[in-house]
Every structure is written in C-alpha cells, then in structure tokens.
C-alpha cells in the first residue's frame, strides 16, 4: 500500500464519520438543519477557546513531525555524503585500441544501480582542456568496489589509476562556476539526437585552452519510484474513459510508451558542468559552454535544460547531489560512458591505459623450491 492508497483511506474514513456526526445531529431530518445550526452555535460560544488551544496544539505536533522528518533526512544525506567524500577519486583507462563504443548497447548503469549500497551515490566524471583528458570514478570504498566491478564486466580491459590530486580542486587565486542541468519532464523519454553525445563534451573540453579547464559530474543513485509512477500513469491512461476513438488510440499510444519506458531501471542523476580557470568570466563561460553542448545534444520533446548555477566550490569537491530528475539507464548511457579508439581523433590527449595486462609466464614464476629465479 502506497501512500497515495494512505491518503484516500483516510480521507475516506473523515467523510464517513462526517457524515455519522451530520446523521446524529439530524440535519438530515426534515427541519433538521437550523436545529442544527443553532446547537451549533451554543456550542461554539462554549468551547471556541479550547478549540483554539486544541488546533494549537494539533498545528505543533504536526510541524515537529515534519521538522524531525526532514532532520532525519538531512542527517541521513549529510552521513551519505561524508561516506562520498571520505572516499577517493580514481581515473577510469580505456584501451587505446578498442572498437568503436555504442552507446544504444550499453547496459552497465542499470546493474551499477542495482550494486551501489543501499541510497549511496556515485560520480562519473570526465574532464580536462588540451593538454589532458581523463575519465574518473570518485565514491565510496564499497561504492567504488561495486561500481568498478560493474565496469569492468562491461569494458574487459578498463584500468583504474590512482589519483593523486583531485582534479575538481580549485588551484588558489583561480575560479569556479558551475551549472547543473535536468530534464524538463520525468514522464517523457530523454532522447539524443547524435550517435554519442559524449563527443561534443569532449571536443569542448579539448578546446579549452591555457589557465584553465573542464568537468562533466554525473552523480548518480538508484531510483525507487519512477517505476512505480510510471505504471499509474499508464494505467490511468488506459483507465480514461472518452469517447472519441481518436483520443482514445492517442491515450493507448501514450500508455504504451510508459510501459516500455517502466521496463528500465532508472537513476537519480545530478548533472553538473563546471568551468576552473584563473578568472571568474573564464570560468563561467567554460561551464556555460558544457552545458550548451550538452543542451544541444538532447531532443525537445523533453529537452536537458539548466536548472541551477553557481560558484561554491563544496558541492563539486564533495561529490553532493544536487538538482536531481530519473534517468533511464540507456539514458544515462548515452552521456556517461567509455569510449574506444575512435576518440582519440577528437581528443588525442586523452588517458589510456599504457599496455594490455597479461599474466606473467609460467617460467617466470619463482617458487619456493627455486634458490634463484630463471630467466628466458
């Protein structure tokens, strides 16, 4: 039972005993009602002030239900994002020599969801300017131990490379600015209008020249509700009754498409761009210029719009959720991927992984029994 299902119960049982209370009153009752009205009054001029005092009382227990609530649930965040940010950020190192990614087959985001402990957070990250461009993973030690296993079964071959600076750190005397980005309507699909729209971010970012750079944040969790509330909504779809045949082809139509839209798992994404440079103009205009690139590359039925902006370094260092909308997971994975070799005619200075790791030869092992090692 959900809470909608809650609150129509219970609205149901105020009506009824309403209605009780009405009945024993007898205003149903022929010339019931100015009896009624007039017991009513007596009443009222008897007990106003403890109703007063009684609603009083209702009003604080009601906003200290809400207050603990919503405490609760900031502690809960606040602990969460401590986790986040205890942890450490590592770069993700695709083959130089992969095939071409398609993002349309890439499934690993709907099994990161599922892996990730229980309402914690990661951030997928890729940035830089000309000289460098990396992918990297920043969570927690079981976030990042869930996550890269995940990875690892979707691209075979991915290295993890400690980080030994954090790349979202602001350098003293430089700048920050950054925006945030969300889909406008949660019910409606997210549908790109390139192939990989990855490659526009990174060919922004690789034009990022001088005192300065890029960084894309995806911060994703798993999502509890979509799901559900997609289903109503095509159940009710189909539910409306109407009478022209047309109308009721269009709402079939639109019930059909959230159904296969429920069938996803989805995610609670942040989408942050954000601009470092030596100088504020600089660093807005980089993380502005992120943001239309990636506005640009998403349809207008539900199109990917700014929502938020701004210049505290916190929330980008700590990895925090921000605005938040559900992604599906195919969704997601249209931005948030690795790539092949492919990319590496539009950003040639991106991180690779140096050589294919192989185990090492039989002959080449030494064991207890040898006195020294052999050598081929």
């Known amino acids: 039972m959900d809470k909608n299902e809650i609150f129509q119960m219970l609205g149901g049982l105020v009506a009824l005993g309403i209605f009780v209370l009405l009945n024993q009153m007898g205003v149903f009752q022929p010339g019931g009602g100015k009896a009624a009205l007039e017991s009513v009054a007596n009443w009222w001029q008897a007990n106003a002030v403890w109703v007063y005092v009684g609603l009083g009382v209702f009003n604080v227990l009601i906003l200290s239900f809400v207050g603990i609530r919503a405490w609760r649930a900031r502690r809960k965040q606040a602990a969460l994002d401590a ?12 083959r130089s020599d992969w095939k071409a990614v398609d993002p349309a087959k890439v499934e690993v985001w709907g099994r990161v969801a599922d892996a990730l402990p229980h309402d914690e957070h990661i951030s997928f990250e890729v940035g830089g300017s000309d000289t460098e461009l990396y992918f990297a993973l920043r969570g927690s030690e079981d976030g990042l131990r869930a996550a890269m296993t995940q990875i690892k079964s979707e691209w075979v071959g991915v290295q993890r490379r400690p980080v030994t600076e954090d790349p979202a750190a602001v350098p003293q005397d430089w700048h920050i600015h950054w925006v945030e980005l969300c889909p406008q309507d949660w019910k409606e699909p997210i549908q790109a209008l390139s192939n990989d729209p990855l490659r526009s971010l990174l060919v922004d970012m690789n034009a990022v020249v001088g005192r300065g750079r890029g960084m894309v ?26 009478k022209n045949a047309g109308v009721r082809a269009l ?11 429920a069938d996803r798992t989805f995610l609670q994404v942040t989408l942050r761009c954000v601009g470092i440079a030596d100088s504020e103009t600089r660093a807005q205009g980089i993380a502005r210029g992120l943001a239309r690139a990636v506005s640009a590359s998403y349809g207008h039925r539900n199109p990917v719009r700014a929502v938020k902006a701004g210049k505290d370094p916190r929330p980008v260092l700590e990895r925090r959720m921000g605005k938040f909308q559900p992604w599906a997971d195919n969704e997601l994975a249209t931005l948030a991927h ?26 080449m092992r030494v064991v207890p029994q040898d006195v020294t090692a052999r050598f081929l």
């Open 217 to 242: 944040q995806v911060i994703a969790r798993n999502d509890f509700g979509t799901r559900a509330k997609l289903g109503r909504s095509a159940f009710a779809a189909r539910a409306e009754v109407v």
């Open 338 to 363: 690795l790539t092949g070799g492919d990319m590496l005619f539009v950003a040639p200075r991106l991180k690779t992984a140096s050589a294919k790791s192989l185990a090492p030869d039989t002959e």
């Open 83 to 94: 986790r986040v940010m205890a942890g450490q950020t590592i770069f993700l190192l695709p």
């Open 251 to 261: 709402r079939t139509t639109e019930a059909r498409g959230l159904e296969e839209r």
